[in-house]
């Protein structure tokens, strides 16, 4: 009887190991590799590191997490401040030519208002205000808000359906014809008649475009009311810009 030879290596059937007797192997080397963990995000299978996977694996996976990005976050800056640049350049030519044959649809001042489009009219009539005395920028910002304030309230007393945002819009914008007339003041300054021909020329036109607008039907036989504070407004503004 011939001794029992020694047992059959063991071969699992899935092929992930394999186990050998001590005595038919002269050299046993190998190596543990680490698993790879992989993550879906958003159909794409990316290979995550040791270091991500020991902090989840410790609790600590929130510190991975990325937010998603916010459409709104991507916007343009003029967008993100409101500022619509063909509304404002609509505007101003409504209040530079305020004749309604024009065509203009002029009540979108006044039913559209914006802050940018007067404040940046308020601004530059202050800058060609300027003639060394800064004083007078304050001043004009000063009483567009608090002159509009007086008109908007005059406005309501007489019973007129008119919000503040939309005065402060339309006194704002109609400091355009000043402007205008501020290069033409400089080339006739010299002569007096006609330096002040031109000054009434620009304070009725502003009041005109600015009335026009704010004083509607609502005020009926009221309407010297409030034009005659929008007039006197414009003259004041004038007068900051000329120094007297």
Request: charged share 15%; aromatic share 14%; with cysteine.
């Amino acid at each position: 009887m011939q001794p029992p030879g020694p047992p059959p290596a063991y071969s699992p059937t899935n092929g992930d190991f394999t186990f050998v007797s001590s005595a038919d192997a002269e050299e046993l080397s190998g190596s543990i590799g680490a698993p790879d963990v992989k993550l879906n995000l958003g159909g794409d299978f990316i290979k995550e590191s040791t270091a991500t996977t020991f902090l989840r694996q410790r609790g600590y996976g929130w510190l991975l997490e990325v937010e998603d990005d916010d459409p709104d976050d991507n916007k343009p800056l003029l967008e993100e401040l409101d500022i619509d640049l063909k509304d404002i350049y609509y505007k101003i030519r409504c209040v530079l030519m305020p004749m309604p044959s024009l065509g203009f649809n002029r009540q979108v001042v006044r039913d559209n208002p914006d802050f940018w489009g007067p404040l940046a009219v308020v601004l530059f009539f202050s800058m060609i205000s300027l003639y060394g005395q800064f004083r007078v920028v304050s001043w004009i910002i000063t009483i567009w808000i608090f002159g509009s304030l007086t008109i908007f309230l005059l406005a309501r007393v007489l019973g007129g359906e008119v919000a503040y945002g939309q005065v402060l819009g339309v006194i704002g914008y109609s400091l355009l014809p000043l402007i205008v007339i501020a290069p033409i003041l400089l080339v006739v300054g010299s002569f007096e008649v006609v330096s002040t021909l031109i000054k009434l020329f620009g304070v009725f036109w502003a009041a005109y475009s600015a009335a026009s607008l704010l004083v509607g039907e609502e005020f009926k036989t009221k309407k010297p009311l409030l034009i005659y504070p929008i007039f006197l407004l414009y003259i004041y503004f004038l007068s900051l810009y000329t120094g007297v």
